[in-house]
């Protein structure tokens, strides 16, 4: 009997283990600002590009593991996305913020309703979630009670919260006059990353919840200033502060030359693409 109970608490050990550094996937659904790249009606270079790296769709990440499927921001290309990864399922939506490259897919949300009986939790900050219930007040009346119709289940966050074995923090930051939420993900066994597409400045609060991340994925529109968005200098400048191990910029523009300016940069450094996985765990 005792010898049972050994066995059994083994398997549960190991259980745990497995758990503990479960296998995660960080896939780059979009990595452009929000006219993508190519631009409508625009001969510049990026746009003219055959390279299907510098090609853009709107900036969104889907985050997959065994055990569950995030995905961070719906904009306008998520069909577009979906079909290209072979997205069949989401178990949670996270909000950056209710600009509309970022939540303008929001009736796409539908193909991952058809098959679910409970409601779809959809995360973001109070202004972002007020938002998202004036633009799709349709989806979040009580009337809305069809069987595989988008029936958000609305989870306001103003703290961390724990998505199965991963623990995420916002991070609150400011793109122009918007409160905006980046996003720290970090596993049971201390890998986190964090994502930050739209970002002006970053307030010294939110540095702490940043801490100093095996992966820093981050805002760089352009080399020149914006009044919005982060330049390259200004991305810079956030990661010498924050010491992070790996960087890659996102939400990019066809303003910048990704090749030419990738060549300036440390190792560590780069810019993402479109379809780009991350493994972690």
């Known amino acids: 009997m005792e010898l049972g109970k050994v066995c059994q608490a083994k398997i549960e050990n190991q259980r745990k283990d497995q758990k503990k550094f479960m296998q995660h996937t960080l896939t780059f659904l979009g ?4 006219v993508g790249i190519p631009v409508i009606g625009c001969d510049c270079p990026r746009c003219l590009s055959t390279d299907p790296k510098v090609s853009r769709m709107r900036s969104s990440i889907v985050i997959a593991s065994e055990e569950q499927t995030i995905l961070v921001d ?3 290309d998520l069909r577009h996305q979906a079909l290209r990864h072979g997205l069949k399922e989401v178990d949670h939506v996270l909000y950056t913020h209710a600009h509309l490259d970022h939540i303008a897919g929001f009736d796409e949300l539908r193909a991952f309703c058809w098959k679910r009986d409970d409601l779809l939790p959809l995360h973001g ?5 007020e938002e998202l219930q004036r633009i799709f007040a349709w989806a979040f009346a009580k009337t809305n009670t069809y069987k595989g119709y ?10 961390p919260f724990s998505l199965k074995s991963l623990e995420v923090t916002p991070i609150p930051v400011l793109h122009g006059s918007v409160q905006t939420s980046g996003f720290k993900f970090q596993t049971q066994s201390g890998t986190s990353i964090v994502y930050i597409p739209d970002v002006k400045v970053i307030p010294e ?12 994925i981050i805002d760089c529109l352009r080399e020149e200033f914006h009044p919005s968005h982060m330049s390259l200098s200004e991305s810079l400048a956030v ?7 790996r960087v890659l910029f996102t939400h990019i523009s066809h303003e910048m030359d990704c090749e030419e300016v990738a060549k300036q940069l440390p190792e560590h450094i780069s810019f993402s693409h479109d379809t780009l996985t991350i493994p972690f765990s």
């Not at 990595?31 to 929000?34: D, F, H, K, N, R």
């Not at 900050?125 to 979630?129: E, H």
């Open 125 to 129: 900050n109070p202004g972002c979630m």
């Open 239 to 245: 990661i010498e502060k924050v010491s992070p191990k």
């Open 150 to 159: 988008i029936r958000p289940e609305v989870h306001v966050f103003e703290g």
């Open 74 to 76: 719906a904009g306008p």
């Open 31 to 34: 990595t452009s600002t929000s």
């Open 205 to 216: 609060s939110s540095y702490p919840l940043i801490g100093q991340p095996d992966y820093l």
